[in-house]
């Protein structure tokens, strides 16, 4: 069963830590549900309008019945309530949000038969865990795949990183994540120590280096490529091989180029720039717009060079994108009107107060 209280628990909780900038809001798996989004969680009336529009869109609540209001209270069992009742009214679709901070974040509204198609086909690619460790949201397609739909057709636990410790992880676990918190879950607990488990990653590319690391640690690591309009697409299991497309997937690189899943009779266009290799393998060789993937988030150097180029401090900067060991990280010069350590210091300040964390190049220059 998919709609239970505890996987929608986490989406309402994964939806808050995006507002709050805490993963599941700061929360680990199991919560009371007594617990009060206000009093609890420091939801304030306009971050719970935010969350409830968030959800609202997410679960499709407005084409159901008023009784499903979801602002009529703080608890948290409360809007469990509301959306297990809008559910059981309508579960046709999802929407998801597109993962982009710098362009325009669009949604993206999915038939419950095409998630459930490919959740299907994952139950079969991937081996069947005895449990799934995940760090990441489920409010996003990726995470919605493998860590509701997955445990429920598998019928296995899903704990969160917050509940486990090194020893929980064994052969018969499969750990869900990004390229981002792959690299934390190396330096954490793969670095010093050998931990055999499954492992899938998806969002962005899995740098080389990583991918190597990981594999020599003991995780067997799928990586899955695809996008918030698609859904998944293709895996491979090392790095540098061609992606093998899904058996329903087709891909055309005629003008535009577009990927058609014949499980559904649905065609999109495609984000990125491909090498056909044969009717089953590609190559991923870029993005066709700007964007650069930043732990998991679309960011676009252009803009980013626009916004600290606003600053009162700052003549012109530029902003570009550079492959270190196979892990894409923003570059910044930046020419200041008076260069001291008191405009230094305040520019940084400025920059910090009006970029997200992805969008902050890792590598600033001053001058």
Not at 151 to 160: E, F, G, K, T
């Amino acid at each position: 069963m998919i709609w239970t209280t505890d996987n929608v628990q986490r989406i309402v909780l994964d939806t808050a830590g995006r507002i709050l900038q805490k993963p599941h809001a700061g929360l680990p798996s199991t919560v009371p549900a007594e617990l009060d989004l206000y009093l609890d969680l420091g939801l304030d009336s306009l971050k719970r309008m935010e969350l409830a529009a968030h959800l609202n869109e997410f679960f499709g609540i407005l084409n159901t019945s008023p009784q499903n209001y979801l602002l009529a209270g703080t608890a948290l069992d409360h809007w469990v309530n509301c959306i297990l009742r809008a559910r059981a009214e309508n579960d046709r679709c999802i929407t998801f949000r597109t993962s982009g901070t710098s362009g325009v974040a669009k949604p993206i509204s999915h038939p419950m038969e095409s998630l459930l198609s490919e959740a299907q086909f994952l139950a079969q690619l991937l081996p069947k865990p005895r449990q799934l460790i995940s760090t990441v949201s489920a409010n996003h397609i990726y995470g919605f795949l493998y860590t509701i739909l997955l445990p429920a057709i598998w019928q296995v636990p899903l704990r969160l990183l917050a509940d486990v410790s090194a020893d929980d992880i064994d052969a018969h676990t499969l750990l869900v994540g990004t390229p981002f918190t792959w690299d934390f879950l190396y330096k954490s607990l793969f670095g010093s120590t050998h931990l055999v488990c499954h492992g899938v990653s998806s969002t962005a590319p899995m740098p080389p280096g990583l991918f190597a690391q990981l594999n020599s640690a003991g995780v067997s690591l799928t990586e899955i490529y695809g996008s918030s309009d698609t859904g998944g697409l293709a895996f491979r299991r090392n790095s540098g091989a061609p992606f093998t497309l899904f058996p329903y997937v087709r891909v055309s690189l005629d003008k535009p180029p577009t990927v058609t899943r014949t499980d559904i009779n649905a065609t999109y266009p495609i984000p990125d720039r491909l090498e056909l290799l044969s009717s089953g393998e590609i190559r991923v060789l870029g993005r066709l717009d700007d964007a650069i993937q930043i732990a998991g988030v679309n960011v676009y150097p252009a803009f980013i060079r626009r916004v600290i180029e606003t600053c009162p401090f700052v003549t012109e900067c530029d902003v570009y994108a550079k492959a270190v060991a196979g892990d894409t990280q923003l570059y910044a010069a930046v020419r200041l009107r008076i260069l001291n350590d008191s405009t230094r210091e305040a520019c940084l300040r400025w920059i910090r107060e009006h970029l997200s964390a992805p969008e902050m190049p890792k590598h600033l220059y001053m001058y």
